[in-house]
């Protein structure tokens, strides 16, 4: 399995000149790309942490009619084709249905736009970072919650005070999870946002205009870029951890 | 002053009450098997469930308040020591702007306030528990079996000194258990709970003595328990069952019929002498010890005759009329130790 899993990337890394690399990195078309993508992620991530916490504690903590029901549609992005998504995202984002219009009056247009991109990534991505909190919360002892509350805090005050120092963990887990699905959505991206071209719609971009040999450095930096970002917040998070916070 | 005025609530098929009880600054014990709907009269209590009926405490209502705004400490059955603060960060958490400096030296815990929670035994862990619910300055503790998994030298002593802060700051406490001994000795009244109904409410000695029923005197520990008939004989009340036959007493207002009676332990003579009754206001039984128990102040003699039946006896007794296994005894049975209970 390990084989399976290391060996295409370490092949399309070492398979690729340093000089190639290097070169296409300089290329300004692709470390915009390469920003717009990272920053695109964090975008969506962030818009996980604020709207899919609250989400994720209403999973953990409540048992209501049409949890179930609840539970399988936020699963739903996982299980159907990204493509498909991006057509459901346009109908629903796009200047005809309510919610484009509205967002569109107040100048937030989400077909090809950054918006459109994050929009894109948050929907695919965002039951990653919900099921790593929800199971998060979840594995907290509910009574510290009672506990706090006899002790004279408010709901509000006991989620800020105990549930959120307890669960960070999960949290930072969930979004660098979700950010990394996120930066690597293609389907669903490239129906909202062909434009501005993010890392992984660039790499096809090439491969069909200029094909492979065009395309291969593009796609090994975006790996090697990622790879790092990854390990950096991992090994932040690691360190973070084991000083007991 | 906590009152509770027909408060019902439900889990699930399970239904709490309707429940009516005051209590004062006193010590009340909840008593009950598991599953009788303690933790849950609790949880009405504090706030974490809803109710009908209403709640009053110190004259306010406070049945639809939320458990913030109540004033009720609580502890439960695990310290539940929030894992990212330390020690001095726990109890401060409720304290607001309150002095705890006295608080922590009464409850011993200025050699560990700064250590992380993890690190402490249980008894510091429950010590820490309460003094972050006295911290948060209640106006009503429960505790929800807090001392229940400690062993039984750190449980007496938390309980002693619980009991004792508890009396210094005039604050009333509700300890929830099924354990009787624990709740004879803490309590300065006993609520008896079944099935989520209030069975007997009264001062430990009296449930201990007079139970209401026989699932009190069973969950008391009352091991003599009868059924038989009531006879009334001219002036005189008696039980007969089989070949029994017991004096009750004469002022007692009876009628001819089936009933239960417990027999308390504590209150029988055991004679190792032939004893024959010289009227039948005597009650003696005559038996062989089949067993014969050391509880650590007393000894439980269980002697088996035409009845099966379970006296205690303090160590000197036992030693003065030499009371061994299966030696043949005579049981003296005081009218007053016997108690016709509601039954059958």
Known sequence: ?245 | MLVLKEVKTSAGRFVLGPISFEMKREYLIILGPSGAGKSLLLEVIAGFRKCEGKIFLNGVEITNYPPEKRRIGLLMQDPLLFPHKNVIENIKFGAGTRDISSLIEKLKISAFADRDVNSLSGGEKQRVALARALASNPLLLLLDEPFSWLDRETREIIEGEVKSIANELHLPVIHVTHNFEEALSLADRIIIIKDGKVVQDSKPEYIFKNPANEFVARFTGNPNIYAGNIRVEGERIFFVRENLKFFLGKTVNFKDGPCQIIICPQDLIISSHPFQPKNPEENIVEGVVSSLSFMGNFYKVGIEGKIKITAYLSPQEVKSENIIPSKKVFVIIPPEAIKVIDGI
């Open chain 1, 1 to 245: 399995m390990g084989f399976f899993l290391i060996v295409p990337a370490l092949k399309l890394i070492f398979g690729t000149p340093p000089s190639r690399l290097i070169s296409t990195m300089l290329e300004e078309e692709v470390l915009k790309s390469i920003l717009l993508t990272v920053k695109c992620g964090a975008g969506a991530s962030a818009f996980a942490i604020i709207f899919g916490t609250p989400l994720a504690y209403l999973l953990a903590r409540f048992d209501f009619r049409g949890k179930l029901l609840l539970q399988s549609l936020i699963d739903l992005p996982l299980v159907i084709p990204h493509s498909s998504a991006g057509i459901a995202l346009l109908l629903v984002f796009g200047r005809k249905f309510f919610p484009g219009k509205i967002f569109d009056k107040i100048g937030i247009s989400f077909v090809g736009t950054e918006w459109g991109i994050m929009v894109a990534m948050a929907f695919v991505s965002a039951p990653f970072y919900i099921n790593v909190v929800r199971e998060g919360i979840s594995s907290i002892d509910p009574r510290l919650e009672k506990i706090g509350r006899t002790l004279g805090a408010s709901p509000f005050e006991v989620f800020f005070k105990i549930t959120l120092p307890l669960c960070w963990r999960s949290i930072l887990t969930g979004a660098v999870t979700m950010w990394a699905r996120g930066i690597s959505e293609f389907g669903a991206v490239v129906i909202l946002a062909y434009h501005p071209m993010t890392a992984p719609v660039l790499v096809f971009d090439r491969f069909e205009s200029f094909g492979l040999s065009y395309a291969k450095p593009a796609a090994a930096l975006i790996l090697i870029v990622s790879l790092v970002i990854f390990l950096t917040v991992r090994t932040v998070f690691k360190n973070a951890g084991s000083k007991g916070s």
